[in-house]
């Protein structure tokens, strides 16, 4: 199963909206996903499959328009094919979300793809240098949601990275993205990881 993914993460914002409606207009996604919407407002009213999270900068207005276009995945799961649901964990509560997505997991989904502001805790995109040691500001339960299915895509939008992208595999079962950059497009395999970033 081979996807075509576009992410868009809240950055420095509005410079990028012209960008990515030409993008959106000229090219298919099976899905595009938000992590952080105040931004990419636009993107939500266009007939495409779009999935997001609220970050702390997001109001309640925000959260409301993506539950009104059935877009809002922060502690839930929509089911893009049969096997493939895509969920989300946002920055306002990711220990509730973390555990409604592992207790409302469908049981038909055995590939996953979870949209989230933080990376799993003790990979290696998620050391940074602090008082002259390296720690792990990564998010536990991300790795124990992961191995509740037999292929995970993490996309983790932050700017707690060195370089723009960094992908790394991890358990077995697990492919992180993490990225700072501000649009992203994402070609996998789910069957296998396999990927290309652009």
């Avoid at 509005?14 to 409606?21: E, G, I, M, Y």
């Avoid at 938000?34 to 931004?39: T, Y």
């Avoid at 790394?168 to 396999?194: C, D, G, P, Y």
Wanted: hydrophobic share 40%; proline share 3%.
């Amino acid at each position: 199963m081979i996807l075509k993914i576009l992410v868009l993460c809240h950055t420095e914002g509005q410079r990028c909206n012209s960008t990515v409606t030409r993008i959106v207009g000229k090219e298919f996604f099976d899905a595009i996903l938000l992590c952080g919407v105040s931004d990419y407002r636009k993107v939500l009213d266009l007939d495409r499959r779009v999935f997001g999270i609220p970050l702390l900068e997001d109001d309640i207005y925000i959260i409301r328009i993506l539950k009104e276009k059935g877009s809002y995945i922060a502690g839930t799961w929509h089911q893009i094919e049969r096997s493939l649901c895509v969920g989300g964990i946002d920055s306002r509560n990711p220990f509730q979300n973390a555990e409604r997505l592992k207790h409302q997991k469908p049981s038909e989904c055995k590939y996953a793809i979870i949209l989230s502001s933080y990376m799993p805790k003790h990979s290696m995109c998620s050391k940074v240098r602090l008082l002259n040691k390296e720690v792990s500001i990564g998010f536990a339960p991300l790795s124990t949601l992961a191995s509740e299915f037999q292929r995970v895509l993490i996309i983790s939008c932050t700017s707690n990275i060195e370089k723009e992208v960094c992908m790394e595999s991890f358990n077995k079962n697990t492919l992180l993205i993490a990225t700072k950059r501000s649009v992203i497009q994402v070609t996998v395999n789910m069957s296998t990881l396999e990927v290309e970033v652009v």
